[in-house]
Nanobody, 115 residues
Framework: QVQLVESGGGLVQAGGSLRLSCAAS????????MAWYCQAPGKQRELVAS???????NYADSVKGRFSISRDNAMNTVYLQLNSLKPEDSAVYYC?????????WGQGTQVTVSS
């Protein structure tokens, strides 16, 4: 079983920055992919960014150049740096981890961007 605990969400003005953290209960080097998803009210959950155990990253087009995902294997933590935030970035952000055929989710952290 993998437990994921997110933190770092909050209220920020447009143009501001936040850093989200996702602490895992296991060694993250054992996880194939770690990712961040977001879900706004009335919308489907969608991929924001992902990073493989080899360090390859992938981003949604809407966040390229503004968000950055990174992993700290020593701390068993994955980060999502959110810069140049826009009101449309407001959502609950969820951490996700995949190991073999199993996917694990955190409880989510709210990000609200005011205009």
């Amino acid at each position: 079983q993998v437990q994921l605990v997110e933190s770092g969400g909050g209220l920020v003005q447009a143009g501001g920055s936040l850093r989200l953290s996702c602490a895992a209960s296991v060694t993250i080097s054992s996880l194939n992919i770690m990712a961040w998803y977001c879900q706004a009210p009335g919308k489907q959950r969608e991929l924001v960014a992902s990073v493989t155990k080899d360090g390859k990253t992938n981003y949604a087009d809407s966040v390229k150049g503004r968000f950055s995902i990174s992993r700290d294997n020593a701390m068993n933590t994955v980060y999502l740096q959110l810069n140049s935030l826009k009101p449309e970035d407001s959502a609950v952000y969820y951490c996700n981890a995949k190991r073999l055929l199993t996917s694990y989710w955190g409880q989510g952290t709210q990000v609200t961007v005011s205009s």
